[in-house]
């Protein structure tokens, strides 16, 4: 599916209120297009009106006109039973307006002296005695025409409310439905977020994600709430507009109509340009974050090592390439947008005056004062809704980038939560011949086979790279191998839902990731199941108590981002406590004690000597000195299992596990 029809079925989401924000902005169109049309009666009815023929009439009343003894009415005023009263016409030449008794054979060439009108139409003369009119005189005329000017007015005035009422209405719930069909989005990205397995985050960096999530989502915003608001009224506009045209002249709205090609063959050349300048501009937008992201992450290693200047370069060849192409989006917009919209009024405006021109010529013909203002009025409306669909073409295409950005990352496969629970399993696990390549045909693990009793301690030692967290990685099932079995309890992992496999699980990082709240919420992660009771048991079954008792405000404790406030001990101890809270019965300790001074090491010893029982528990150490009472010890190389048994078993066979102990106690050199 294409993302406009994506965007458009989220639309669907809210169509109700979107229909309805529709309807209110026809009404208010509509509403405001019939200004014009009132204008033009009070023109060429009211204003203009008294140019027409009055017939004398036997019934005075507030529409006749006294004029030296003798009442006149128009046309449409006379009674039936008076058609065949005399007639007498007003015309206006130059700034005098005449009174003429007689019937005025054409139209043409006006001129007036010695109580004479002349009319001239080519080789055509003719004369009529005509009386010039006083300015008392013409306001009487003009008097029965005001209670219908006001009347316009008032309807006038009516309109502009009813049009600023449904105007306002159609923009809050277009706004509305919009930002609530960003809201459903973005939960919709995050929760993919959620979803996504852990491979797909290590080649994508968290400043990319997070552009997706806040920049892309926000240009997609506007895409709802101005672009496809503008789109929309601007439509209903030039289609009431033309509308309109055609109900004054169809010859002149015709001339009009040349317009729509031109803005849509324009508006087709200008995304051709603008989608390729936008994808590299959201890219590199993305980029920068990702930049930004890593250098507030590492600044203590860039700082250290002296990496400012090279990090200021490498921030600074990103950001003049986002500059670049948004110069050339400028360029773009500038030679074309405004551009383009007055070249064309201009043209439409040459063209209508050519035509009116050439119709004036054609006394048969001619159009009227009204319907002149009108269609100048109209066409100087039509030329709005152009521009705010030109104006916005740039915030499509900028939307249109963002949305395939955003829908790529939706589009991945994802992992789905499953609500069903199983039982708490025992945690035997077992590995049989598995085989796992993180890119293909590369393996990192290579047959590796092994068991691991409930209530045994499994320890992996190797060096860097050797595959000990690859192991974790695949018991995680945040990988799947490539061939072989991991079981627990007999079950195949495969056949466990991830959310189920690992309820059931606890780890404890070498960098252990704290979230913004306190100790309490960092220990139960906000889990209804974990009481403070169960918090604090946890909390002092590693030993946290005496750590922690010192902290001003004990467990409550404020946490903010990462744990930066607190020492590597102390969130070692809650990352601890943390994964004892949910009384895991598979516990992983990734190289949990390496970055802990001796004392706080002692504490967690202590507690998981006590805490480790019922529970299959594996143990990555770099310090030998912290396994050797495990049940099991597993030697990798390359990837490889070379060494297994307990600490006194592997001493006797004085092999890989011999001389890495040794080395750390001092007793070998290094060659």
């Known amino acids: 599916m294409s993302t406009g029809k994506r965007l458009f079925h989220y639309g669907l989401t809210l169509r109700k209120t979107i229909i309805a924000a529709l309807i209110m902005l026809t009404i208010a169109v509509a509403a405001d297009l019939m200004g014009p049309f009132i204008a033009k009666k009070v023109i060429d009815d009211h204003v203009s009106g008294i140019e027409t023929t009055w017939y004398e009439t036997n019934s005075p009343s507030t529409s006749s006109v006294l004029y030296k003894g003798k009442e006149y009415v128009k046309e449409k005023e006379l009674a039936k039973s008076e058609t065949e009263n005399a007639s007498a016409k007003i015309m206006q030449v130059q700034r005098q307006f005449l009174f003429i008794k007689e019937d005025i054979a054409f139209d043409g060439k006006k001129s007036y002296a010695n109580g004479q009108l002349t009319i001239t139409d080519g080789e055509k003369i003719a004369e009529y005695p005509a009386e010039k009119l006083t300015k008392t005189e013409v306001f009487s005329f003009y008097k029965p025409e005001i209670p219908g000017i006001i009347k316009l007015l008032v309807i006038y005035f009516a309109l502009v409310i009813v049009a600023a009422g449904f105007q306002y209405g159609q923009h809050f719930y277009l706004q509305k439905s919009a930002n609530k069909v960003i809201q459903k989005m973005r939960e919709e990205v995050f929760a993919q977020i959620q979803r996504l397995p852990i491979k797909y985050f290590d080649n994508l960096p968290a400043g990319k994600v997070v552009a997706r999530v806040t920049n892309d989502t926000e240009a997609i915003r506007d895409l709802y709430v101005t672009v496809l608001s503008n789109f929309f009224s601007s439509t209903i506009y030039i289609a009431g507009i033309y509308v309109a045209l055609f109900i004054l002249n169809v010859k002149l709205a015709f001339i009009c109509l040349f317009l729509i090609p031109i803005l849509f063959l324009w508006i087709k050349l200008y995304r051709k340009f603008a989608s390729r300048y936008n994808q590299v501009i959201r890219a590199r937008n993305s980029d ?50 405004h551009n383009l919209v007055n070249v064309l009024r201009n043209v439409v405006f040459v063209a209508f005056i050519w035509y009116v021109a050439g119709q004036s010529l054609n006394t048969s013909t001619a159009i009227t004062l009204g319907v002149l203002y009108a269609f100048v009025d109209y066409i100087n409306r039509l030329f709005h809704p152009i521009v705010g669909i030109v104006n916005q073409l740039a915030n499509l295409e900028q939307a249109l980038v963002a949305a395939d950005r955003v829908f790529e990352l939706m589009d991945k496969e994802g992992i789905d939560v499953e609500e069903k629970k199983m039982e708490r399993y025992k945690g035997n696990v077992k590995f049989e011949h598995v085989y796992f390549a993180y890119k293909e045909k590369e393996y990192v693990l290579k047959d590796i086979t092994f068991e691991a009793k409930q209530g045994e301690t499994i320890a992996l030692v190797g060096h860097t790279g050797s595959g000990k967290s690859s192991i974790l990685n695949l018991l995680f099932r945040y990988y799947d191998i490539e061939s072989g079995n991991i079981t627990i309890d007999g079950i195949n992992i495969k056949e466990m839902s991830r959310q189920d ?52 405000h004990g467990y409550n404790e404020p946490v903010i981002e990462k744990g930066s406030t607190l020492s590597s001990g102390q969130r070692q101890l809650i990352s601890f406590a943390r994964a004892l809270a949910f009384d895991p019965a598979i516990l992983v300790l990734d190289e949990a004690t390496s970055s802990i001074d001796t004392e706080t090491e002692q504490i967690i010893q202590h ?15 770099h310090r030998l000195s912290t396994i050797r009472n495990a049940n099991q010890i597993i030697v990798l190389d390359h990837g490889m299992i070379v060494e297994k048994g307990t600490h006194d078993e592997l001493m006797q066979q004085k092999g890989k596990y011999y001389q890495m102990y040794e080395l750390q106690k001092g007793k070998l050199g290094v060659e």
């Open 501 to 552: 496999l690992r309820n059931h699980m606890g780890i404890v990082l070498q960098d252990p990731f704290l979230f913004k709240g306190t100790i309490a919420s960092n220990v139960t992660l906000n889990n209804p199941s974990i009481t403070q009771e169960k918090m604090e048991k946890a909390l002092k079954g590693v030993g946290a108590d005496r750590v922690l008792k010192n902290l001003e």
């Open 288 to 337: 920068i974050n990702g930049v930004i992201n890593e250098s507030i992450q590492g600044m203590n290693i860039i700082q250290a090592f002296g990496k400012e200047k090279q990090t200021k370069h490498e921030f600074e060849a990103l950001n003049e390439e986002h500059f670049r192409y948004q110069n050339k989006m400028l360029n773009l917009n500038s030679l074309t947008s």
């Open 607 to 621: 507690a998981m000597e006590v805490l480790k029982k019922g529970r299959t528990t594996f143990i990555i150490a």
